[in-house]
């Protein structure tokens, strides 16, 4: 039995009480915590109180609730799936990215018309309420069962200079990357992440546990003189994926020597 005598709500000296186990080992990553009448045998505290405890803590990630199994300490191991950024094109100008070709598609492909926000006009370098093309996929890996959200974004008027993209703003990224070139664009990207909470439908799509952020990919294909052309996004759990990039030096221009 522990006695409780730190200051602060109940509940929040339970918390701190299990959180302290689980960071001294003592509650193992991904074991089942003790039922909830062995807490409050333990700490000497009434059910409402171990329950708010175990909100608490799975608030904070450290917990996360099976149904009906029980509470389980949050594992720390690695993530299941590397997610490699990089992209390659052969010498019959195919596009090739190296998790392009391993993902499922576990519905049909989502086409609709939509508009910039200003977060999408800024990566596409144009304002808000522009005229876009949208192409939403669900993948799914099927050696991990990772999910992720994918979304395409085409300006209608980048997608109005290569027809093929017009009449079918669906196609996959290294198909699109291939359209794009074959209207003389010599095409680069660029990318940012950042992690950030989940909203309650990619939650619930990506079946993300309790207090688990998301890994949100915003990639910008750009073309001649630098124009952004189209935008991509992916959004996968945290807890599952992790990125890798493949970096190479840009070239400096030669320095002009002083006459």
């Known amino acids: 039995m522990t006695e409780i005598q730190r200051p602060g709500a109940l509940y929040q000296q339970v918390a701190a009480a299990i959180r302290a186990a689980i960071l001294s080992g003592e509650f193992a990553p991904d074991s089942l915590l003790p039922s909830e009448a062995q807490l409050m045998a333990r700490y000497q505290v009434s059910r409402p109180t171990v329950r708010n405890a175990i909100a608490a803590l799975r608030a904070e990630g450290l917990i996360n609730v099976r149904h009906g199994k029980g509470s389980f300490v949050r594992s720390d191991d690695q993530p299941v799936l590397t997610l490699e950024r990089h992209i390659s094109r052969t010498t019959d100008s195919r596009f090739v990215m190296p998790n392009g070709d391993l993902w499922d598609e576990s519905e049909d492909p989502s086409t609709y018309r939509t508009r910039t926000t200003k977060e999408t006009g800024r990566l596409l370098g144009v304002g808000t309420e522009e005229a876009l093309f949208g192409c939403d996929r669900l993948l799914v890996d099927p ?13 209608f008027e980048v997608a109005e200079a290569a027809p093929l ?5 669906c196609k996959h990224p290294a198909e699109i990357y291939r359209v794009l070139t074959s209207g003389d664009h010599k095409l680069w990207w660029s990318e940012t992440v950042r992690a950030r909470m989940p909203l309650p439908d990619e939650r619930t799509t990506l079946q993300l546990p309790d207090a688990t952020p998301i890994l949100h990919m915003a990639r910008v294909t750009h073309g001649t003189e630098d124009r952004q052309l189209i935008l991509e996004e992916l959004r996968v759990g945290a807890d599952r994926a992790e990125l890798a990039y493949r970096i190479t030096a840009d070239k400096q221009q030669a320095r002009r020597a002083r006459t």
């Open 143 to 155: 050696s991990t069962g990772t999910r992720a959200m994918h979304r395409t974004l085409i300006p």
């Open 165 to 169: 993209l017009s009449d079918e703003p």
